[in-house]
């Protein structure tokens, strides 16, 4: 993944650089689950003891969108993987079953295959 592919903005604060890398990594593993391609940002707010995350994610195969709140940036964080790790397992069960066998042309089911002649 490039670094352009992955933005992150802090609203109305800075976090600590331990703060900094960890929200990094976890939103470096939601992406790495994303469609090929994608991009994701992210923007972390605070007002008064109160975080607010948000993550889009853009890709050709649709966007994923994700909201959470919390009394720390670890909460949010948390909660964010989960909320997303859910929407890539709807995506992909929608997407392996619209490559299951019952969705072929029913001219291409196994009654019409030419069958071997019996010696």
Do not use: C
């Not at 992210?42 to 009394?71: D, E, H, M, Y």
């Not at 997303?84 to 089911?109: I, V």
């Amino acid at each position: 993944m490039k670094q352009s592919d992955l933005q992150i903005k802090y609203l109305d604060f800075q976090p600590s650089d331990w703060a900094r890398r960890g929200l990094e990594t976890v939103l470096q593993e939601i992406h790495d689950k994303a469609p090929d391609g994608s991009l994701l940002k992210a923007s972390f707010s605070r007002k008064k003891n109160l975080f607010k995350g948000v993550i889009q994610i853009q890709s050709s195969l649709g966007p994923f969108f994700a909201v959470a709140t919390g009394p720390g940036l670890r909460e949010v964080s948390d909660k964010l993987a989960h909320q997303m790790q859910r929407r890539f397992e709807r995506w992909k069960a929608k997407r392996f079953k619209r490559r299951s066998l019952k969705f072929l042309r029913p001219e291409l089911s196994d009654s019409n295959w030419p069958r071997a002649e019996s010696a």
